[in-house]
């Protein structure tokens, strides 16, 4: 009902930045709350940031400051501003979308790698 599809990851030296887009398509209007998640090698995947509709926003503890979650809903894109990079940071990062009916969809995950 609902397809994300991520872009925007990469290689990136430690303190650089990237920008991850995450683009909606389907039934777009069913989206509610938005989110980015992400799972390093090894580890359980973790949230990163979320975002609801009306526009409020969370960070987890380890981004906060350096991560900025946005999104645009004429254009039905999600948004990750990422500064400050560390090696920690890397992983597969991945889009999610919550329904107003209790759906969960996911994209596919783009790989971020920052090297030290």
């Known amino acids: 009902q609902v397809q994300l599809v991520e872009s925007g990851g990469g290689l990136v030296q430690a303190g650089g930045s990237l920008r991850l887009s995450c683009a909606a398509s389907?039934?777009?209007?069913?989206?509610?709350?938005m989110a980015w998640y992400r799972q390093a090698p090894g580890k359980q995947r973790e949230l990163v940031a979320t975002?609801?509709?009306?526009?409020?926003?969370n960070y987890a503890d380890s981004v906060k400051g350096r991560f900025t979650i946005s999104r645009d809903d004429a254009k039905n894109m999600l948004y990750l501003q990422m500064n400050s990079l560390n090696v920690e940071d890397t992983a597969v990062y991945y889009c999610?979308?919550?329904?107003?009916?209790?759906?969960?969809?996911w994209g596919q995950g783009t790989q971020v790698t920052v090297s030290s």
């Open positions: 999610h979308a919550g329904s107003q009916w209790g759906g969960h969809y």
């Open positions: 389907g039934k777009t209007f069913i989206i509610g709350n």
């Open positions: 975002i609801t509709n009306g526009g409020g926003t």
